[in-house]
């Protein structure tokens, strides 16, 4: 059985929370198509909002202290609960005690000098929130006001936080889109604050806060209906119970016993499942085939490469075999054993066909021999076999589920191949062929980890549990060691090599001497002349003495030398009195406020434990059990429980005694080799210097031969024709009525393609043309009026189809062929259902032609001797006469050849007979 309490874990970032515009992609993506009508309305109007609901973020984080303030006072009485709101300390001046120590806002509270006044609204702000329907506030049962004095300090911090925290949750959902951060974060809180403040006093602060964000905007319906929803969604789920945890499905003595709760399965990634049900209608039953083709063949085989087996599909629709057996005869056929199988080794056709067949990745190394086994033996119908008639199988997809990919969220996974299994799922298959859990599980066996425990370094200081790195160029994250229980750390001795604690334990007691740190030791002996008096005495019974003593004893234990306010001056008149111990005194001083802020409060347990350890004993802990034994004493006894632990314990008592202050005797590796490696160190240490090298990016970018300005032009220009040095821009620049004839018979025959003749012109357009040259109109509602005229609806709509419509549209107006299909799809829901006028108006009006014509010049081709994506198609089009040749250039669909002639159709032949 393999050590499951500690592992190593290759480093993966999955996203934690999901967004509207994530949330959509996933399931069109999950389904291996393109977005339809209804993600895309999802989609437009998740944008269309975007900057509403940034808006209302923006103004929500500006007014966050108001608003938490309006929440907070609605349910403590007593004092400003704003106070205790912990916010940047400004520059201002401190006032100080007579002991030296600052008084702030919490002490003032506690001595009586601090005079609080409650903060109102104003008259007028509460009659408009007593009438508005945005001010009332459901008062659950059992709510009554908290009174500060009452409450404490530590506590109103601890609810103000809280607060500010439910605001700033609020915002991260309406920026997202997605109420899903605040199912994560929110559910399950209920029992938490039940035990530590008030259910009910949390919700009336929670409706309060809404109320206030509310106010913020008044006028603003669609504001308030955004706020109201996601404020809302936070009450809603703050009521809810927590819900019991998601267990592990299967049972194996290899694998670990994991739990996972229930709020992240419910806000996991949403991935439908697909069920073969004997009820369903043709197209549903292609669907889920579909799915199981996506899942198995990581690719919908039938639109990539038009393949299918048939006869199986066949048989599962018509209810002959369960969508178990499609899965299995599907793993069998000669198409997957050629794609998964036959081009990779054992190992990685293993990791693949969990990936297929049972949605997840290999956990353990004993899972691997087994299947490993399976497959050497029997192959891989054998290997099939095994997956699909598994208990884990069964558990999940039964009989008539399709397998389906289980994440994040979906089930509890363990440590060791968690990082590992997001890997498997981000890569195709083709794109990594090298087997991954046969290495991983392979590093989990080194003789001596020589990497961190897990993985790479998670702390930006230097407290790194041991951790060394030989190889520079070596990545940590991809190759974990395994670190078990037992797993021993790597200290050095700060000192002579010699007394080690691993080569000799019992020298133990010895002074480091020269090589090792400074020791302070008070020898508690009467400063007098006679027999008993002790010349070599390392601190004699002085004050001067002493207060070296207590100086060092400061520095190790707190790190510093105190101020003056933070002095134990009772206890140091003590010890210089010998009624207490160096020993008593480091004990009193850990056990200080002043220790317990900076080494515990802010920390979390294990950093506070290794501080502590460091500090006291002088030394890291040695692994994980014994990290372990003092983890225990802090969950059952607490800080101080901790502190004499370390201080009463036998190697204390032999290291240091009771008149040696505490010194460092062991560090880590990277301690060492980040206090003499420092960049900036006096003295040369026997380091290479580093070789500066050019980034292979920058060797690659320069140019391999030198080219002078006529050889770049000709470069730059290569595949371009003369014709842009030819044309000729017609811009409006005068009224001179020669230059506006000119200007407009250059519009005629951009928009109908030829120069018409006078009397045409002048029967229909003179009009437009009299109000251009009296600067009335602009060219760009020149433009827009003839072509919106009843000439070029005449010429160039009603004989042709919408799609060549739209190409001659974009040819005429924007001087360029269509640039892809949902051009023509936007252009063409346009003329279906509002006609050819508005579709020259949409073309005219465009932010294109407003950027590339403006208001007075005629649009031209522009594409013509451009190399562009859709050139050839410009091309095209502007080489042949509308008149010549009624084929569409760029079409909105593959023309697709009928299997049958339209006139051997029963119903056609029909008609023709009559």
Excluded at 156 to 185: C, E, H
Excluded at 363 to 382: D, P
Excluded at 844 to 871: C, I, K, L, M
Aim: proline fraction near 5%; aromatic fraction near 10%.
């Amino acid at each position: 059985m393999a050590i499951t309490s500690s592992s190593g874990a290759v480093n993966a970032r999955p996203q934690l929370y999901q967004t509207a515009l994530t949330a959509t992609i996933n399931q069109v993506e999950q389904q291996d198509r393109f977005p339809g009508r209804t993600e895309l309305e999802d989609l437009n109007t998740f944008f269309q909002t975007s900057i509403k609901r940034l808006e209302i973020a923006a103004v929500i984080t500006q007014n966050a202290d108001n608003i938490v303030s309006k929440g907070a006072g609605r349910i403590f009485t007593g004092g400003a609960p704003m106070s205790f709101l912990e916010k940047p300390k400004d520059a201002t001046e401190v006032k100080m005690g007579m002991d030296g120590t600052p008084i702030d806002l919490i002490r003032g509270m506690t001595l009586g000098t601090t005079t609080y006044a409650e903060v109102s609204s104003g008259f007028i702000e509460a009659i408009r929130s007593f009438f508005s329907a945005d001010g009332v506030i459901e008062i659950p049962p059992g709510f009554s006001t908290i009174n500060i004095a009452r409450y404490g300090p530590e506590r109103m911090k601890k609810s103000l936080r809280d607060l500010s925290w439910f605001v700033r949750y609020t915002t991260y959902a309406m920026v997202a889109g997605d109420p899903n951060i605040l199912a994560q974060n929110v559910r399950g809180l209920r029992e938490i604050i039940e035990n530590a403040c008030s259910t009910a006093a949390t919700l009336v602060a929670l409706q309060a806060m809404r109320n206030a964000a509310l106010n913020l905007f008044r006028e603003d319906e669609e504001a308030k209906e955004i706020i109201n929803q996601y404020f809302n969604v936070a009450i809603a789920e703050f009521k809810a119970p927590t819900p019991s945890n998601k267990l592990r499905q299967r049972n194996s003595k290899d694998l670990q016993g994991l739990s996972l709760p229930q709020i992240y399965f419910n806000t996991a990634d949403r991935r439908q499942k697909f069920v073969m049900k004997p009820g369903l209608s043709v197209s549903e039953k292609n669907e889920v085939i579909k799915a199981a083709y996506r899942q198995i063949f990581e690719r919908d085989i039938t639109r990539a490469y038009s393949l299918s087996l048939s006869d199986l599909e066949s048989k599962v629709k018509n209810g002959e075999i369960s969508m178990k057996e499609f899965v299995r005869r599907v793993g069998k056929s000669p198409l997957y054993r050629d794609q998964f199988f036959s081009p990779y080794i054992n190992s990685r056709a293993l990791e693949l066909a969990f990936k297929h067949f049972l949605g997840r990745a290999p956990e353990s190394r004993e899972e691997v021999q087994k299947y490993f086994a399976i497959v050497s033996q029997g192959g891989l119908g054998a290997l099939i076999d095994a997956i699909v008639d598994s208990q884990e199988y069964a558990d999940y997809f039964g009989e008539e589920t399709v397998p389906y990919r289980r994440g994040l969220g979906q089930e509890a996974q363990p440590a060791r191949n968690w990082g590992a299994q997001f890997d498997l799922f981000n890569y195709s298959a083709p794109f990594r062929k090298v087997p991954q859990f046969i290495t991983l599980f392979a590093s989990y066996n080194q003789p001596l980890p020589d990497q961190h425990v897990y993985g790479s370094g998670n702390d930006p200081l230097e407290i790194q549990f041991g951790a060394i790195f030989p190889k520079e160029t070596r990545n940590p994250s991809a190759t974990p060691a395994y670190f078990g229980k037992d797993t021993r750390r790597i200290l050095i001795r700060n000192g002579a090599g010699i007394t080690n604690q691993l080569s000799n334990p019992g020298a133990r007691g010895e002074n480091p001497g020269t090589l090792g740190p400074k020791v302070f030791k008070l020898d508690q002996l009467p400063a007098f002349k006679g027999k008993k008096y002790d010349k070599n005495a390392s601190v004699k019974f002085a004050e001067t003495s002493t207060q070296a003593v207590i100086r060092a004893i400061y520095q190790q234990v707190i790190g510093r030398q105190v101020y003056e306010g933070q002095r134990l001056t009772a206890d140091e008149i003590k010890l210089e009195n010998g009624e207490i111990t160096v020993r008593e005194f480091v004990r009193r001083l850990a056990k200080s406020p002043l220790f317990r802020d900076l080494y515990w409060s802010k920390l979390y347990v294990c950093k506070a434990i290794e501080y502590i350890h460091r500090r006291l004993l002088g030394r890291p802990t040695y692994g994980r059990q014994e990290m372990n034994a003092y983890y225990d004493i802090c969950y059952k006894k607490g800080f101080y429980a901790l502190v004499d632990a370390i201080l009463d314990s036998k190697e204390y008592a032999e290291s240091f005694g009771e008149d040696t202050v505490p010194y460092e005797r062991y560090l880590t590796p990277a301690g060492l080799a980040m206090r003499s490696n420092r960049l900036g160190m006096v003295g040369d240490k026997g380091m290479m210097p580093e070789k500066i090298e050019t980034p292979m990016f920058v060797t690659l970018g320069q140019p391999m031969m030198q080219m002078n300005d006529f050889a770049i032009k000709t470069r730059i220009e290569q595949g371009v024709s003369k014709q842009r040095e030819q044309r000729k821009i017609f811009k409006l620049t005068n009224l001179d009525p020669m230059t506006v004839q000119t200007l407009a018979r250059a519009a005629y025959r951009q928009v109908f393609e030829r120069d018409m003749d006078a009397y045409v012109a002048n029967e229909q357009f003179s009009r437009y043309v009299s109000k251009l040259q009296n600067a009335e109109i602009s060219v760009k509602e020149f433009i827009l009026a003839i072509g919106t005229s009843d000439l070029y609806i005449k010429e160039f709509y009603t004989p042709f189809p919408n799609t060549k419509v739209i190409e001659l549209g974009t040819k005429h107006f924007l001087g360029r062929a269509p640039l892809d299909q949902a051009e023509i799809r936007k252009y063409n829901q346009i003329l279906a259902t509002k006609g050819a006028k508005e579709f020259v108006f949409a073309l005219v009006n465009s932010q294109e032609y407003a950027e590339v014509f403006g208001e007075d010049t005629v649009p031209y081709n522009r594409f013509a001797t451009f190399p562009a994506a859709n050139f050839p198609n410009t091309q095209e089009l502007y080489n042949r006469l509308t008149k010549q040749d009624n084929s569409i250039v760029v079409p909105s669909f593959a023309p697709v050849t009928p299997k049958m002639d339209a006139s051997e159709m029963p119903l056609v032949k029909q008609l023709l007979t009559k």
